[in-house]
């Protein structure tokens, strides 16, 4: 309790009686010291003491905690005392020993007087320490940046800092600020093992990107979680702020450094143009209206029937820099009058076509809502593209429709199959292009935002399948290669993009909790659920009738251009005459989508049924 007084609850009458205390000490060792003793000094030694005192009170040399003592601090203390002592030289008779006196006086108990601020902000630390257990912590980068990291951390209980590490030879093996610098080598790793480290700060400001996934990939083998520090306009009098530490996102280690697009082929279709973007309330449409500003259209059109989202990007939208005109449209693509009228209206040169019902479990449970919504809601626009002339039109694709196991992407393989088939018919002036990704890390319903939500409630984490895979693109990355696909293109084309590796979905959940602090099966549980109706344990980008070509961009492949005859379009049409029929039998709508695409066996799913007859 008595250490608690005097190193948490410390205030100014403790340090100014223990200051008076070590100045008198002080003033007696002077005097035993000094060969020829003064009786002036005798006679005076409450002026010895008073005259600092007063000018430390003066000089608010005591407002601040001892605990939290710092060198500026320290620097403070040494010029009072200095002064202090130089008035006290002036008030004696200014002999040799006067003076000889004073600096005694003053390199002494300011020795004294520092020594025991430092013992108080020491002690009331590896107290602390005992009673938390504070996170172990390495920094990577000792330039300016991680040593003012390194002391802001000093003073917070939180943290134990137990060494730099950073790229550059010359400091290896050097010890700055106290703390030994280690290079990524096996003497890191015996140190990490040894030391259990929990987390490492990136200091440096302008990291790259390659240069970040390469350290998230060598210490994730390790459980540390990665964080960084705020912008250095963030700081506060030059020192980064503790509370201002984020976790590195799982979007920017799985993304890629950098998108190469051909900015002048963009500018050609897009500047000046009138564009409509379906879906644009959406991840995906709202990141696409997001990326054509860049290329300054005269125009763009916005659909969509979600209400509040629309608003929120409206909002958003209002504040950009740009002479854009935006159009807003609370509607379905499936109100074939509505579009009709609106391409009537508008001379709309580019569609980007991502309005879809998207997630796979819901669909499953609603065939009718799926094709209604997907399939009728690409011919409407599809026709109408058509005919008023569009110059190019882009189908938003997925990887579930190739062999698909589900409804939703079996709606978009017959959207495919569509467009497709349009360019078998009479010629006409609009490209139909169809882009094809798997899934979109941090779109609405994907299992990033899904995972961050479970890990903030403690857990667990629910994973249908241990073996489950993905492809994993960025949402900037996927509408980058749309608008760039769109501008390649010549008319007919399906663009697969480049999703890079596989992930293990059971990975990404132990990253991510990683991520957020915490150790995967331990603080945060993985459960397994199992397969959800229509859900396969790994996607695929290719049927087999199709083949990959190369374009300009490494990013970019091109499918060879399927055939597709009369009788699928018939069935595709058939398929939507049943629903305008209001027909609710599911596994008659099912039974059709079927026929239009052969290779679509579900999976998990009670239309198996279908498959079996």
């Known amino acids: 309790m008595l250490l608690k007084i005097i190193f948490k609850e410390f205030f100014s009458g403790w340090s100014i ?33 008073l005259i600092p005192v007063l000018v430390l009170i003066f000089s608010k040399s005591y407002n601040f905690f001892l605990r939290y003592t710092s060198f500026n601090d320290i620097l403070k203390i040494i010029c009072v005392l200095a002064l ?18 004073c600096l005694l006086n003053f390199f002494i108990s300011s020795s004294f007087i520092i020594f025991y601020r430092i013992l108080v902000k020491y002690l009331n630390k590896n107290m602390t320490a005992i009673n938390e257990t504070p996170f172990k912590v390495l920094i990577f980068g000792c330039g300016n940046s991680g040593i003012l990291t390194k002391r802001a951390l000093f003073n917070n209980s939180e943290f134990k800092v137990l060494g730099f590490v950073d790229d550059d030879k010359s400091k290896l093996n050097m ?35 390659n240069r970040l996934k390469f350290l998230y990939n060598h210490f994730r083998k390790y459980s540390i979680q990665i964080l960084e520090i705020p912008p250095v306009n963030e700081w506060i009098n030059g020192i980064p702020l503790v509370s201002g530490l984020k976790e590195i996102k799982i979007q920017d280690l799985l993304g890629r ?33 997001r990326q054509l500003i860049k290329f300054n259209p005269k125009k763009i059109i916005l659909i969509d029937n979600a209400e509040t989202p629309m608003f929120i990007l409206r909002e958003e939208l209002k504040n950009k820099p740009c002479k854009i005109e935006f159009i807003y449209h609370i509607n379905s693509v499936t ?23 998207k997630h796979v479990n819901m669909m499953e449970m609603n065939p009718k809502t799926a ?28 990887d579930k429709a190739v062999n698909p196991t589900n409804v939703m992407g079996a709606t978009k393989r017959i959207c495919e199959l569509y467009l497709s088939f349009k360019l078998t018919e009479t010629k006409h002036c609009t490209s139909l292009i169809s882009t094809r990704f798997g899934n979109v890390l941090g779109s609405n319903g994907s299992v990033v935002p899904i995972f961050e939500k479970q890990i903030k409630s403690g857990g667990p984490i629910k994973i249908t399948h241990p073996e489950i ?17 769109g501008a390649i293109s010549k008319g007919g084309e399906v663009y697969i993009f480049d999703m890079g590796k596989p992930v293990k979905i059971v990975d990404l959940a132990k990253n991510m909790i990683i991520q957020s602090g915490f150790k995967p099966n331990k603080d945060i549980f993985i459960e397994y659920i199992g397969l959800r109706p229509g859900e396969k344990l790994f996607e695929e980008i290719l049927v087999e009738s199709e083949d990959l070509e190369k374009t300009h961009n490494k990013l970019i492949y091109i499918a060879k251009k399927e055939k597709i005859d009369i009788k699928t379009y018939n069935l595709i049409e058939e398929l939507l005459t049943i629903l305008e029929k ?22 998990n799913s009670k239309y198996q049924v279908l498959d079996n007859a």
């Open 175 to 209: 010890s700055i600020d106290g703390v030994k610098v280690y290079g990524i080598n096996k003497s890191l790793e015996k140190f990490i093992k040894k030391n259990k480290i929990d987390k490492i700060i990136i200091t440096t400001q302008k990291i790259s990107s």
């Open 335 to 357: 109100n074939k009058k509505f579009i009709a009228s609106l391409f009537k209206k508008n001379k709309i040169n580019v569609v980007f076509h991502a309005a879809a019902y």
């Open 84 to 101: 202090s002592n130089i008035i006290l030289f002036s008030i004696t008779d200014k002999t040799n020993t006067s003076l000889i006196f």
């Open 17 to 49: 009686l223990i200051d008076t205390i070590i100045l008198y000490l002080t003033f007696k060792l002077v005097s035993f010291l000094l060969i020829e003793p003064t009786t002036f000094f005798d006679k005076n030694i409450l002026v010895f003491i």
């Open 257 to 289: 450094s950098e998108i190469n697009i051909d900015i002048k082929k963009n500018e050609k279709l897009y500047k000046g143009k009138n564009l409509l973007v379906t879906g644009a309330a959406g991840s995906i449409g709202s990141e696409i209206v």
């Open 582 to 603: 209001n027909s609710d039998d599911n596994y008659k709508i099912v039974e059709f989508m079927k026929k239009i695409v052969p290779e679509y066996k579900s999976n």
């Open 371 to 398: 094709v209604y919504n997907n399939i009728l809601g690409t011919k409407v626009l599809v026709d109408n593209a058509i005919k008023f002339e569009v110059e190019k039109f882009i189908l938003i694709s997925t």
């Open 469 to 485: 895979i993905r492809y994993f693109m960025t949402i900037s990355e996927a509408t980058q290669l749309v608008l760039e696909a």
